[in-house]
């Protein structure tokens, strides 16, 4: 079996992203190291990551991981009931990596060395956790609502995808602050008059200013400082400029748990559009992106994606995807989406029938969580 990974996003008590959380299945800790230290050179290095292994117990192939200077390493708390486990850790901790507590419980016994960092627990079995031998995160909640209830039962926040379960009900109907920035991207897929564009971009300069700000990150990769809308125009053209004005569109909404809604968006699409690169033709993959990047829109606006997408001149395609999940980019997000489940065997076999193995998926999931952190979006 190879190493697969899948990421969780890690939130604080703000539902602010503060870190995320890789887990690598594997057989054995060997071949998780492998995996993660050939991911080295496309590392996420804006927030901290914790990695912890599933399926494979630690041995002492971890100490030959060689981890970047934000990575944690997940430590099985009951893995200290043992001699062997407590030297394994110990071992680690004097070589350099920092650990965080995995699978703890209260009341657990545990060493005072080395120190941690972090504590994951699961909050379905310990929905209490009081005086915690380190920041408490909280693993396995079932939906948005249970959140609020392990704040308030100690812990300081949470890894996992529950805030995408248990969301309130999308109204029938566009919300008309939206409208303005529907109203450009409209505009530039109808290759209008740069002054035009210009001028509906003039009336909001937080469109204009959150524009500049995304195509100027590091996550575009330009070598010229952009300074204004018709530079980008010349520079990248109305395709390359619809893409990132869709990350406006993303980036519209104000809900409280946004910012990790609209990460999940945006790693969704870039993902989508890393993982077809040597599959599809070059000038589809923007509309990937767009695809992965809308898979939330619904959430996100407040407004049911076909009241969205009736006020949008998008392609066939893309809508095919969200409202259907058919067309030519359905599998694409079906495999973004199974990135995201505790389901390796159903990963594989989607990524096998695109024509993709492990690593390809590990690479652009990481690639695309990198992409998404250098954006800024909190």
Same mark, same amino acid.
């Given at each position: 079996?190879?190493?697969?990974?899948?990421?969780?996003?890690?939130?604080?008590?703000?539902?602010?992203?503060? /870190?995320?959380?890789?887990?690598?299945?594997?057989?054995?800790?060997? &071949?998780?190291?492998?995996?993660?230290?050939?991911?080295? %050179?496309?590392?996420?290095?804006?927030?901290?990551?914790?990695?912890?292994?599933?399926?494979?117990?630690?041995?002492?192939?971890?100490?030959?991981?060689?981890?970047?200077?934000?990575?944690?390493?997940?430590?099985?708390?009951?893995?200290?009931?043992?001699?062997?486990?407590?030297?394994?850790?110990?071992?680690?901790?004097?070589?350099?990596?920092?650990? !965080?507590?995995?699978?703890? /419980?209260?009341?657990?016994?545990?060493? &005072?060395?080395?120190?941690?960092?972090?504590?994951?627990?699961?909050?379905?079995?310990?929905?209490?956790?009081?005086?915690?031998?380190?920041?408490?995160?909280?693993?396995?909640?079932?939906?948005?609502?249970?959140?609020?209830?392990?704040?308030?039962?100690?812990?300081?926040?949470?890894?996992?995808?529950?805030?995408?379960?248990?969301?309130?009900?999308?109204? *029938?109907?566009?919300?008309?602050?939206?409208?303005?920035?529907?109203?450009?991207?409209?505009?530039?897929?109808?290759?209008?008059?740069?002054?035009?564009? &210009?001028?509906?971009?003039?009336?909001?300069?937080?469109?204009?200013?959150?524009?500049?700000?995304?195509? *100027?990150?590091?996550?575009?990769?330009?070598?010229?400082?952009?300074?204004?809308?018709?530079?980008?125009?010349?520079?990248?053209?109305?395709?390359?400029?619809?893409?990132? =004005?869709?990350?406006?569109?993303?980036?519209?909404?104000?809900?409280?748990?946004?910012?990790?809604?609209?990460?999940?968006?945006?790693?969704?699409?870039?993902?989508?559009?890393?993982? /077809?690169?040597?599959?599809?033709?070059?000038?589809?993959? %923007?509309?990937?992106?767009?695809?992965?990047?809308?898979?939330?829109? %619904?959430?996100?606006?407040?407004?049911?994606?076909?009241?969205?997408?009736?006020?949008?001149?998008?392609?066939?395609?893309?809508?095919?995807?969200?409202?259907?999940?058919?067309?030519?980019?359905?599998?694409?997000?079906?495999?973004?989406?199974? !990135? &995201?489940?505790?389901?390796?065997?159903?990963?594989?076999?989607?990524?096998?029938? =695109?024509?993709?193995?492990?690593?390809?998926?590990?690479?652009?999931?990481?690639?695309?969580?990198?992409? /998404?952190?250098?954006?800024?979006?909190?």
């Amino acid at each position: 079996m190879s190493a697969w990974v899948r990421r969780e996003p890690i939130v604080n008590r703000q539902m602010a992203t503060t /870190a995320s959380r890789l887990i690598v299945r594997a057989d054995s800790a060997r &071949e998780a190291v492998d995996a993660l230290n050939g991911l080295a %050179d496309t590392w996420p290095t804006t927030r901290n990551v914790i990695v912890g292994l599933q399926g494979a117990a630690p041995d002492d192939a971890l100490l030959d991981w060689q981890p970047p200077a934000n990575a944690l390493l997940e430590f099985p708390a009951p893995v200290f009931a043992s001699v062997e486990g407590q030297a394994l850790a110990a071992q680690l901790d004097a070589g350099g990596t920092p650990l !965080c507590l995995g699978d703890y /419980a209260p009341g657990m016994a545990l060493p &005072e060395t080395p120190k941690f960092r972090f504590a994951l627990a699961d909050a379905s079995r310990h929905p209490q956790l009081d005086h915690a031998p380190a920041t408490p995160l909280a693993t396995n909640l079932a939906n948005h609502g249970t959140f609020g209830d392990a704040v308030e039962n100690g812990y300081s926040g949470a890894a996992g995808w529950f805030f995408l379960h248990g969301l309130p009900a999308m109204a *029938n109907k566009l919300n008309p602050g939206h409208a303005q920035i529907i109203h450009i991207l409209n505009l530039v897929r109808q290759n209008a008059e740069v002054a035009e564009i &210009e001028a509906a971009l003039k009336k909001d300069i937080s469109i204009s200013f959150k524009l500049l700000r995304y195509i *100027n990150s590091a996550g575009f990769g330009l070598g010229n400082q952009i300074q204004s809308f018709r530079h980008a125009v010349t520079l990248i053209g109305y395709n390359k400029l619809n893409k990132w =004005l869709s990350l406006l569109l993303v980036t519209a909404s104000r809900d409280p748990a946004a910012p990790a809604l609209m990460q999940t968006s945006i790693v969704r699409g870039r993902f989508m559009e890393l993982a /077809a690169a040597d599959s599809i033709d070059r000038g589809q993959l %923007d509309n990937l992106f767009i695809t992965g990047s809308f898979s939330l829109l %619904d959430v996100l606006l407040g407004s049911k994606i076909d009241a969205v997408l009736a006020e949008m001149n998008l392609p066939e395609a893309i809508a095919d995807a969200l409202l259907r999940r058919a067309g030519p980019y359905a599998p694409w997000l079906a495999l973004a989406l199974a !990135c &995201e489940q505790d389901d390796v065997p159903a990963l594989a076999a989607q990524a096998a029938a =695109l024509g993709l193995d492990a690593d390809r998926i590990n690479r652009a999931q990481i690639e695309a969580l990198a992409f /998404a952190d250098n954006l800024q979006l909190d």
